[in-house]
């Protein structure tokens, strides 16, 4: 199974984080037990399931690129 980034999934929702990992565990399982058919189909959710989690990741960086952009600004005023 592939896991998303450690700032994925500090960006999920206890409700998210709780169903990301016990997919993960069922994914881990068929996978060990060969069964790649529905490991895949499982990893297939946990890629919709963090899609939230990518968004606000996104938001986060949108919102530091203003920041940025307006402390930036604002050292040019001041000279």
Do not use: F, W
Not at 2 to 9: F, G, I, P, T
Not at 13 to 22: A, F, H, I, P, S
Not at 50 to 75: F, H, M, N, Q
């Amino acid at each position: 199974m592939r896991h998303c980034s450690v700032q994925v999934r500090g960006l999920l929702t206890r409700e998210e984080l709780d169903r990301y990992n016990g997919l993960i565990e069922a994914g881990s399982y068929l996978e060990d037990q060969s069964r790649h058919d529905l490991a895949y189909a499982i990893q297939k959710e946990i890629d919709l399931l963090i899609l939230p989690a990518i968004e606000r990741l996104k938001d986060k960086g949108r919102a530091r690129d203003r920041a940025t952009v307006e402390y930036l600004e604002s050292l040019q005023q001041e000279d």
